[in-house]
């Protein structure tokens, strides 16, 4: 593989002084992850668009909801494994086997979540994404009906939908970019899940920030997980 | 028609107690556009979302960037147009016809950016969010030199980027809830633009904020318009 | 907007001499739309397919059918808003909202039908409209037997294929053409339909022509509208 | 194959008392033909309808063109390919064998008009027809300019247009009411061409009237055939 | 049409000296068919490639099945129809006219199976090829379990999948390569099927070989035809 | 994730008695590979497809050819990801891992080949293999001349050509049975590959057959790897 080390193929200038508050969470990445993201050093020519990516990313993904973080992790990858986004394929697909506790789970919704053999709750929230990515024009109410008679709330349906959203949002900008994932989220839990419990648990802090575009400590989601 | 009354087809909760500061820009939407636009009180139900959206819209559509502002309503109807995405064609078809202070040019985007007769650099600009938005997967470096020989900067690639990819988003948040955009936008800029001029400046107030996403005055282009 | 002056960008010869009967329909189009539709100007080189083109919209458009001419006029637009049909989404949308006397109704077909609330019967129209303009080879009987059940009879039935056939032609057409609107379509009925209903009556002749392609007035719907 | 016997699966009412002109086109069709076309029959409920179809079908297949009546043919094959039209590719895959003296030039014509090895110039006319019929929205100058870089006018490019467009209406109106095709289309012009010159002619009228569409045998083309 | 000779438009080298095995089967096909099938031909440079194709497509399409020959017939030309593959469409095309005794089915299965009137069976069977060649990744549960209600065992089901795969592999390499079928194919049981039963018995050895790809005589189907 | 134990879908009856030929066969994928893959298993039930499976993949896979044993994987994995098939991602991404000592290299290609750097021979192999998958009726001569041009010799075509062929066959008799991947592939060659080079030795056997489908040692390919 040609090796590639720059963060994106676009030229955006210097990065731009970072504030003391992004400064500070890149210093959390940095003590958790062992890196900062490089989709955060893309955007670092600019803080007012860090902050906002940043903001917007953290709360969809580690805020109070009634759908888990994994939940949450299942729908950036199958939206991505749509959009074929090898940035986000590579480091929500990390996160999501990290979440899931469970390396196949994380590649196969990475390559078809229809052969997941995911419960109907899950499935009915994965098929609502691949149409909202697909056919956005197509949404129609039988498919928010669908999700109510699956189990969710108004509420969870409008998160489903913030995050199938974002990533269609987040795919098209690394596509645009071709930003470059760390390569270390290539190699994060990929054990055998039953292996795997000790050493992801040492390699990571005990209170692990576990998105990919966060190092936010203090949020928690309302189904636990 | 069958009239719709509400601003969403979910019911997300009763609006959260809104911050001052979110207090305060709506009340500027109501002096400066006479009414807060409905993805803002679709977002009410969540004081964290609302910020993260605004923050976010504002920066892309008012911030300083090589785009003209007019510019960038192209590129999010153009987008909105490929998705068929009912809110957005109407709310920034309006900001469109405004900004350009030209009512068929506000329609032909929202049609077929193709028949507008757009120059070079413009053209190349939405065959690009064309692109992004049809097959991001397909994006290549090619596609970022088209740019270049249009007369794009990087950094200008990357503001087209982050606009394509935002109303892809916003395009799938407005299907999925099914939002209403408010029915002034419809009326909004119809003259023929010669005798527009004068009619649109007494409609609204001088400083007029230009955005559907915005009320923000203080923000300027860099490319002027 | 960079201004296109001609009626398409082929330059298919000078305008045959006109025969008597159609110099007659273009007198009557001056005089009750103010102007000679642009698409028929573009056919001027031929009279023998003018003619045929005129006999053949007139009688979809404005013939006896249990569809309404507005009905018509939504399924004209819903099938240019697939094709992204820059000629047809400007002349139709014009007759759908002067036919509907409602602007907003005539501009969110234009944008996405399915956003409209239309009731049952119009929405089945439209589905079976636009899976005949993406998919024309996936038309089995269970389409049919939708329309029947939405109250549809075999001949209207009839009628609704033929109208979406006829606007598959006529989107191809102008797009080889890149046939160009006439301007005053823009303007009209973009006032609110309250207030809509007197000036629009008062800009119109009393038997207005309302088809964009017709001039001829003694036709009348089945369904009255 | 389970035989259907009707003309389509709508039951569109008793046929019109046929004008009289009707019925002498009808007479000549019987005797030139041996048969009435089923899409006549098809329309047979309405007088008006039926000759405006005729009309505008008789036009553009036989009237004056720079296009041969065997290229019109192969453009009206091609399209209906695209979107798989039993009538039509029966029917004018006939009448393509018969104009072209060629049984394999009509059936590869019917499969993919990429693999008939055909000259520049038919090749950019049927590319053009292709891309017409599948994303006419995507129709820009580029495409009309390399229709007259392989030698075609202006006026011929409304040609090949008009046919594209009519096909993509016909094998629509095809598809919604299923209409079957004359089965002795099935079985003309089978034998290899060198044999079939002969029994062909002796098959059918000296001045045989060679379309599906038309039994007048008097328009001929510009180009000869 | 521009007369192509070569059996392929790729140059793969001197053909391989045929194995006493292949020669022997040559031989079979010249004398049942009157040639060799040029896809034989095409392969002819690599006895390896060559016996591990016929050892699967004569295993597929003449083995024993709970799906009649002319059922695997049918998907392979319906199969191909998607695909638009000239060469399958004319060799299996063939193959189906003759199988089926209907040159009519043959004809039309080529075009569009929806307009075949087909029984339920086959219907369920030709809906899951399509999909299956579209939308690999699409398949569910749901579409095998309307196989099973159509009739179809598990057993049945896996032949089915086994047809239709092997089809998306053949028509890519015809496509890939070219490959021209022999000409003899076009002219294979055109005749009405009343009169066919006897020519076509006349023009073909009494123990014909009934399939493109196989000489050999000696497999059966449980199914019988 | 919901655990399914069995290898497909569909149950198509016991497996066959192996052939000892067959049987020897599994008994080398055991000792080479520490499993026999899924895939075998699936055909056991019929020995005659078995081999006729094993005889293709083999010769296509492990044969001499002007393409790498990499090279092949990559269009194996490249050709997977655009039909989005678990079973052939998981497995011949596991080979491809293995294959070229670079677990990213097989990652990326399994996400998507545009953002894998590759160099311009490897380039036009991909973008060639991704066209036939997704368009194969519109492959032209143009598209082989662009191999050519990129330095592979027709017969190179041909091997590239048969490998996409092959797997758009596998993939859609993977989806068709939803055929599931031993568990081991997830876990091969995950580690760095400056660290991997002695695990990966260690862990397979010193001639260890490398694909997926053959545990046959010995092949080789003409261009070494």
């Known amino acids: 593989m040609t090796k590639k080390h720059k963060v994106m193929a676009l030229d955006a200038g210097p990065p731009d002084r970072l504030e003391a508050e992004i400064a500070e969470y890149f210093r959390k990445c940095e003590e958790k992850l062992g890196f900062v993201p490089n989709v955060f050093r893309a955007y670092a020519f600019d803080n007012a668009k860090l902050k906002a990516f940043i903001l917007m990313a953290d709360n969809l993904m580690l805020g109070d909801s009634g759908l888990s973080k994994t939940e949450r992790e299942m ?42 053999g995911l419960d109907r709750r899950q499935k009915a929230m994965l098929d609502f994404a691949a149409k909202l990515t697909e056919a956005p024009d197509k949404i129609e109410e039988a498919d928010r009906e669908a999700l109510r008679k699956a189990g969710f709330s108004d509420r969870d349906i409008c998160d489903i939908a913030a995050v199938v959203s974002f990533y269609n949002m987040s795919n098209r900008m690394a596509a645009a970019a071709d930003m470059r994932p760390n390569t270390e989220y290539h190699y994060w839990v990929r054990e055998r899940s039953e292996e795997a419990a000790s050493p992801a648990l040492k390699r990571l802090p005990a209170r692990a920030p576990v998105t990919t575009a966060s190092a936010s400590p203090r949020r928690r989601s309302a189904r636990g997980d």
Request: with cysteine.
């Open 75 to 116: 729908i950036a990858v199958a939206v991505s494994a749509i959009n074929h986004c090898h940035y986000c394929l590579t480091s929500h697909g990390a996160a999501l086997r990290q979440r899931g506790k469970d390396p196949e789970l994380g590649e196969v919704i990475a390559q078809n979540y229809r052969a997941a």
